[in-house]
């Protein structure tokens, strides 16, 4: 008996977390250097990119989110933001990452953004809204320059799993601002 209830937990436990992993999740970014769609690229090579909105599963279709997200793109006017100093994120500190001015010009395209996903499940909701830091992760070689003034001018929507593979990145669609 308790042998079968152990199996039978491992399997609850496996199936969960196979579900949490390999649901299909996106990305809201700004690629620093333009990057066209269908793009792909690893899991480890990320271009250099400011993150707006990590990983989420949507609740729509696909092409309910790409509508919500033309809509954004047409009424925002490109901004520049400031690179602040660096920073590490993660549990052990182990993500060097170039943290964005908080200025109100990127706060709100966050927010806006967050209001068109409010009903999507988050792998780290208190990383969205009063909790989002504006950044950029330090790439191989290629990382912002503190102090330097960059332009936002499009966002970009990235698959996590194009294909189901857990491996690889691609550029679902680019949406440049008007």
Same mark, same amino acid.
């Given at each position: 008996m308790f042998l079968h209830l152990t199996v039978h937990r491992h399997r609850q436990i496996f199936a969960y977390c196979y579900n949490a992993i390999m649901s299909q999740k996106y990305v809201i !970014?700004?690629?620093? @250097?333009?990057? @066209?769609?269908?793009f792909n690229f690893s899991c480890k090579k990320w271009p250099l990119h400011i993150t707006l909105?990590?990983?989420?599963?949507?609740?729509?279709?696909?092409?309910?989110?790409?509508a919500k997200l033309s809509k954004i793109s047409e009424s925002t006017k490109p901004f520049d933001i400031k690179v602040g100093g660096d920073a590490r994120f993660g549990?052990?500190?182990? +993500?060097? +990452?170039?943290?964005? @001015?908080? /200025?109100?010009a990127i706060l709100s395209l966050h927010y806006k953004?967050? !209001?068109?996903? /409010?009903?999507y499940k988050f792998d780290t909701p208190h990383y969205i809204g009063d909790g989002y830091r504006p950044h950029a992760t330090k790439? !191989?070689?290629?990382?912002?320059?503190?102090g330097k003034s960059y332009s936002l001018n499009?966002?970009?929507?990235?698959?996590?799993?194009?294909?189901?593979?857990i491996q690889r990145r691609e550029v679902v669609k680019n949406f440049p601002f008007n």
């Open positions: !970014a700004h690629f620093i @250097e333009s990057v @066209e769609p269908k909105l990590p990983n989420f599963v949507i609740t729509v279709s696909l092409d309910e989110l790409i549990p052990s500190g182990e +993500v060097l +990452v170039s943290l964005i @001015e908080p /200025e109100s953004l967050q !209001a068109i996903t /409010e009903h790439q !191989a070689n290629k990382k912002l320059i503190s499009s966002i970009t929507l990235v698959d996590m799993y194009p294909n189901n593979d």
